[in-house]
């Protein structure tokens, strides 16, 4: 087997876009270009290429190729240089960056508004993605983790994709949204360059040599199960357990997914019960990604990341009128006064999983973990692993605030990468970083 082609976007639903091309590239199989700043605006179904404002071509869709003679030597002289490509939309380190890429690129006009797609070597493309999550400074042992669990993830939504796996995303009425959000919903393109997908900044991070050695040290390698590659997924940190799949997505049981203590006390007896949650999410149990290690986190973490330095466990709160007027603009529903935020169901590691929320107006049931995340914050709550506590005042029957205890920072399925990082710290390899975090899964090279 090859290693396959993947289709990156790398900006989406944009007025016009402005790149600059480096070395030789050529134009809808017509053109030579170098070394040129140009510009992309809609017209009409066609799309308009400019210079200066000079219009140099007009087609339907811009195809750009880069001049290589030999496609899979790596040549940094062949780039194109994106600006405003925004990162880390709608979290709380959203932010814009110019950014480069290599490989070819197309741009499509999707009803006047633009897509820039890049198409570029799976492998390459990983090496890129792990070097943007991760710092160059990580343990190796947990870059070659992260490498396949990122690879395994990329091949198995392109096969869903190929096989057109689609299913079931929400569960709405007028008394409960319960929604999530996977990333098999692009249709133009396989992954988006963001959060959403894995972050992706082309060359813009790929400097560092060590997470290059561990994707290239890994080629090809994925984690499987009944000879089936692993839906394999990550978050931030699981917050001492991990979460399972089908309490955060669609209702799919996998076994290699299965919900651990991020432990190696694996006797202990885990949290089932809503006391039993506050207990464990009120007190700070020892977990791999429970760690203040700052030399460690500053090593995993990119330095935008560094701004959650309290992901294990946060507490956050939130004033009644913030509330109300938070839910009423992300849910469009006008609930009152808020009275009661009550947990209905949870998941293995605490995440909520249906909340409900009583207010003197209306009740209203939301889920599943990122929905929540969403309505209660302005950009994200770090994960749906919360006890609420309402805070009364002057003997008012309605909360004048509400507090907010928290664990983990993500959806928690899957590789904790803190956690993984630590296990790296430690002395621990990247089979066993693997064999803890997806149960029963196997490794092999399958190209
Ligand atoms: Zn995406
Ligand atoms: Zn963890």
Not at 190 to 195: K, L
Not at 303 to 328: G, N, P, S
Request: proline share 2%; hydrophobic share 35%.
């Amino acid at each position: 087997m090859n290693q396959p082609i993947i289709k990156v976007g790398i900006l989406q639903n944009q007025d016009s876009i402005t790149f600059k091309i480096y070395g030789g590239y050529i134009l809808n199989n017509k053109i030579k270009l170098s070394d040129r700043k140009l510009k992309v605006l809609p017209n009409g179904k066609n799309l308009i290429l400019q210079e200066k404002n000079e219009i140099i071509y007009s087609g339907e869709s811009l195809s750009f190729e880069p001049l290589k003679v030999n496609k899979s030597i790596e040549d940094a002289r062949y780039k194109f240089e994106v600006e405003n490509v925004t990162i880390g939309i709608d979290f709380h380190w959203e932010q814009k960056e110019k950014e480069s890429f290599e490989g070819s690129f197309k741009i499509i006009n999707k009803q006047g508004k633009l897509i820039l797609i890049n198409e570029i070597e799976v492998e390459r493309y990983l090496q890129s993605v792990i070097s943007s999550e991760m710092n160059s400074e990580s343990p190796f042992e947990y870059l070659k983790a992260h490498s396949i669990v990122s690879r395994s993830w990329l091949l198995a939504q392109l096969e869903n994709r190929k096989n057109a796996v689609s299913m079931e995303k929400s569960q709405v009425n007028e008394n409960q949204k319960i929604v999530w959000y996977d990333k098999s919903e692009h249709t133009d393109f396989d992954v988006c360059a963001d959060d959403h997908c894995q972050r992706y900044q082309g060359l813009t991070r790929l400097s560092n040599n060590l997470a290059l050695e561990a994707v290239k040290d890994t080629s090809g390698i994925v984690l499987m199960y009944n000879d089936r590659i692993c839906d394999a997924r990550y978050s931030k940190s699981c917050g001492g357990i991990t979460e399972e799949f089908q309490n955060v997505w669609q209702s799919v049981y996998y076994p290699y997914l299965k919900s651990i203590r991020d432990f190696d006390d694996k006797d202990e007896h885990l949290p089932k019960t809503e006391e039993e949650f506050e207990k464990f999410i009120k007190s700070s149990p020892e977990a791999y990604c429970n760690t203040k290690d700052e030399s460690l986190l500053k090593k995993v973490l990119n330095e935008f990341d560094l701004i959650t330095k309290d992901f294990y466990r946060w507490k956050i709160e939130i004033k009644q009128l913030a509330l109300k007027t938070l839910l009423e603009m992300k849910l469009g529903i006008d609930f009152g006064e808020i009275k009661e935020l009550i947990p209905l169901e949870r998941g293995k590691s605490g995440r909520i999983i249906k909340l409900k929320i009583v207010g003197t107006k209306k009740e209203y049931i939301i889920g599943k973990e990122l929905e929540i995340r969403r309505a209660l914050s302005e950009k994200h709550l770090y994960s749906s692993a919360f006890i609420v506590e309402p805070i009364f005042k002057d003997n008012s029957e309605i909360p004048c605030k509400f507090i907010f205890y928290g664990a983990g920072w993500g959806h928690g399925v899957g590789f904790c990468q803190i956690g993984g990082a630590v296990m790296a710290s430690k002395g621990k390899s990247f089979e066993e970083i693997l064999k803890h975090y997806f149960p029963g899964a196997e490794l092999r090279k399958i190209y």
